[in-house]
Structures are given as C-alpha cells and as structure tokens.
C-alpha cells in the first residue's frame, strides 16, 4: 500500500492506494468511522451493482448506522437536481453534523459527493473511495462541483476530503473507453511535470498491455504530481491553473457536445492537442513532438472526430466563460516544453487561427 500526504492551510489528508486499500476502514480509519452518527454512501448505479458489497462489508461491521444513496451514473449526475435530492436524501436519514459521506465511484459520483457534503448543513466531512482512474485526479485536491448548461464544474466549492481510500482491485472492471479517459489524465500529468515518465507513457501501444503494477505507479506519480501543486496553491491563484492543461478547450468540447457525449478524459485529450498547437506559438514545443504525440493519441483511440459537430463559434462560448478567465481575457495553461507549464492570455482571433490549424492537424475538417 502507498499513502501520499496532501497538506493544504486548513486540512492535512492521506490518499492511501494499493490492492485490499478499503481493508483501512476496518484497522486505521476504525475510530474514525466510529466517531459518525451515521456513514452514508453516495454511490453511483452502475459502481454499486458491481461493487458495493466489496465496500459495504468493510464498513457494515463498524458503522454505527449505515445508509446508501444511489446516483445516475456518468456525467449526468453532476445537476443541481441530483444535489438536491442528495440533500433530501440526508434529511429524510436524519444526518447531522456528525455524519459522514462516503463517495464511492468516478469523478462525477466525487465531485457531486463532495459538493453535497460541503454544503450539508455548511459542512460535513467526506471520505472519497475513487472507482476509476482518472479519479486518481478528482478524489485528490478538493475541487468539488456540478455543471450548468452554461458551463462545466460551474457550482462548487474547495472542500477537501477527510482521507482518499483508493482500492484498486475495482479498476479491472473498467471499460475500454473508460481506461483511454482515465488515462489521459495522467498523460496530462506527465506533459505538464516530467518529460521522462511522458516518454514512458508515450511507449504504451495499447492501454490493455499495461500490468496493475505499472497502472498503480502511474496514478501513483499523477497523485504526487497533483498533491505537490495543491500543496502550493490549493485556491487557483497561480500554479494550480497548471492542472487545467487541456480543459480550457476540453471542457468547451464537453459543454458544446452535451454533458456526458463525450467523456472528460477524451475531451481533456482533444483540448492538449490544441494547447499544444498553442504551446508551438507561444512557447517551445516543437511542431514534430505535437505531430508525434497526435500520432499516439490517435492510435490509443481517442476520438477526434467529436470536433466535426462542434463549430468554433460554440466552443468560443464557453471558453470565454471558462474559470480562469477574467476582465474579458481568456486565459490558458500551455507548455514551454514539457514539464514546463505557464499561462498565457489568448485573444478570440488567435483561439480562431489556432482552432482551424487543430482541425487542419488531426485530419478532421468542418
Ligand atoms: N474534482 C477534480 O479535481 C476533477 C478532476 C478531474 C475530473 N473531474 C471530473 O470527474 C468526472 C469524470 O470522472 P470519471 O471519468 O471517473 O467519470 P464517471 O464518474 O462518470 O465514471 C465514468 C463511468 O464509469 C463507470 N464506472 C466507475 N467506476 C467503475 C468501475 N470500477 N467499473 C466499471 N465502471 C465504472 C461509471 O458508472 C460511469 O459510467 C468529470 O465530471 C470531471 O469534470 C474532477
Ligand atoms: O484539480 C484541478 O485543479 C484541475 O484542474 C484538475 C482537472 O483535471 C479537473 O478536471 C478539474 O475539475 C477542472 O477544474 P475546473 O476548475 O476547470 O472546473
Ligand atoms: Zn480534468
């Protein structure tokens, strides 16, 4: 088992992965768990039809009551509909302040999870037990939200979870594309840290021949590399913009295409492509190093012609609502080369020329 610690001002929190991890509710997180009026799983259905029982015969033995909420699987869950009928959910078991949540799924099951439970009574603590590999990333740092129709991640707060219980023993039931969307969030943590893990990364020919031991040390690294930056500025007021490599572009492509049409991974994929397109004007990436990289994310499968359907003008919409930006500037985290993040303010012109030479790039045209 590996733990890694995320030190942020209010908060300091273990995030422990490895094969039997949920076995920790039974042994160090036993008084914890105790110390709970109540234990309520927020679960998604398709996770919990899989694997609750793995969870729950962990935490019925020593959960003083135990309840389970069940949530629309996939990115459809993060509406304020469900968020409140989350709440009713709590009010109807009788929680209290001394009630805990216990997100038990992706990142949409933790995100929404973790909004519920930092707004439940103005606050109650959450442990996140992710199911899927990107949530490598949206179990650790404590970015909590639902979307609008306006705009992704729209609502929400930093809520930092009470401890990430990451057993990996779940992630064998992953689909194909659910595998491709993790996994570009870790190749997004290694573009924007270290340029030898890329290389490594960059090796893999398909997803299906990487053994669990390689797949737990690359969410091992991406959690050192997110709880590192987190540690630094866990509010976005500088280096964590950083983690948003791709999202600027990846998150239009998801709030353009409809919520859920496309995962959050491969739409993050098709958005580093064109931050790195960006990178090769306003930084040092060189043309050959995207061409080779658009040759890889090609042949892991990624799905790059999504971008047929979604003209510029939609994606520049939101864009320009995107979270970093401000005073009208739209505003990106690219690359100086790999493992050299910075940011960099584009103007709706640039976005246009740089939108037409993607398309142009990853042979697909409108
Ligand atoms: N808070 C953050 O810092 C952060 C970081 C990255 C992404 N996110 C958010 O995370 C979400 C994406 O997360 P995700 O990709 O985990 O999506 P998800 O939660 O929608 O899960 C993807 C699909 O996989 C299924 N699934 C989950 N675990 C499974 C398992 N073990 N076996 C079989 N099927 C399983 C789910 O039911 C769902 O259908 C997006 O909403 C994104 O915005 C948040
Ligand atoms: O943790 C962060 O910070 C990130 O940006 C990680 C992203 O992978 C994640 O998708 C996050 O939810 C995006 O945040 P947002 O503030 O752009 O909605
Ligand atoms: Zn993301």
Not at 126 to 144: E, M, N, R, Y
Not at 262 to 270: D, F, P, Q, R
Request: net charge negative; proline share 3%; glycine share 8%.
């Amino acid at each position: 088992m590996e733990s890694i610690t995320v030190n942020t001002h209010g908060s300091s929190y273990d995030v422990h992965i490895g094969e039997g991890a949920y076995h920790l509710f039974g042994t160090k997180y036993h008084e914890f768990i105790r110390s709970f009026d109540q234990v309520v799983v927020l679960t998604d259905e398709t996770v919990a039809s899989i694997h609750l029982d793995l969870l729950l015969q962990e935490l019925k033995p020593i959960a003083r009551q135990l309840s389970v909420k069940r949530i629309p699987a996939g990115e459809k869950a993060k509406t304020i509909e469900n968020f409140y009928d989350c709440q009713t959910f709590l009010l109807e078991q009788n929680c209290t302040r001394k009630s805990v949540i216990v997100a038990f799924g992706g990142g949409a099951c933790g995100d929404l999870a973790g909004f519920v439970a930092s707004t439940f009574m103005r606050g109650i603590p959450f442990i996140q037990c992710p199911t899927t590999i990107l949530a490598h990333d949206s179990a650790v740092g404590g970015k909590t939200a639902i979307n609008h129709e306006d705009g992704k991640n729209m609502i929400g707060t930093f809520y930092q979870p009470a401890a990430v219980i990451y057993d990996v023993r779940v992630l064998t039931t992953l689909s194909e594309q659910e595998v491709r969307s993790g996994m570009a969030e870790v190749i997004k943590h290694a573009l924007i840290s270290n340029p030898d893990w890329l290389d490594e990364l960059m090796g893999i020919s398909s997803f299906d021949d990487m053994t669990m031991v390689e797949l737990k040390r690359h969410l091992a690294y991406g959690i050192a590399v997110k709880a590192a930056i987190v540690e630094e500025d866990e509010r976005e007021q500088s280096v964590r913009k950083y983690l948003n490599f791709g999202h600027t572009y990846g998150h239009a492509i998801e709030a353009a295409g409809g919520y859920g049409s496309i995962t959050h991974g491969e739409a993050v994929m098709l958005g580093m492509v064109y931050e790195l397109i960006a990178s090769e004007r306003f930084g040092n990436v060189q043309k050959g190093f995207t061409d080779q990289f658009i040759d890889y994310a090609k042949h892991l499968g990624y799905p790059f012609p999504t971008i047929n359907r979604l003209p510029f003008v939609e994606l520049l919409k939101y864009m320009e609502k995107d979270k970093k930006a401000s005073f009208g500037a739209v505003q990106f985290a690219l690359l100086d080369q790999v493992g050299k993040p910075f940011l960099q303010v584009i103007d709706a012109d640039e976005l246009e020329r740089l939108d037409r030479e993607f398309r142009d790039r990853v042979g697909e045209t409108k």
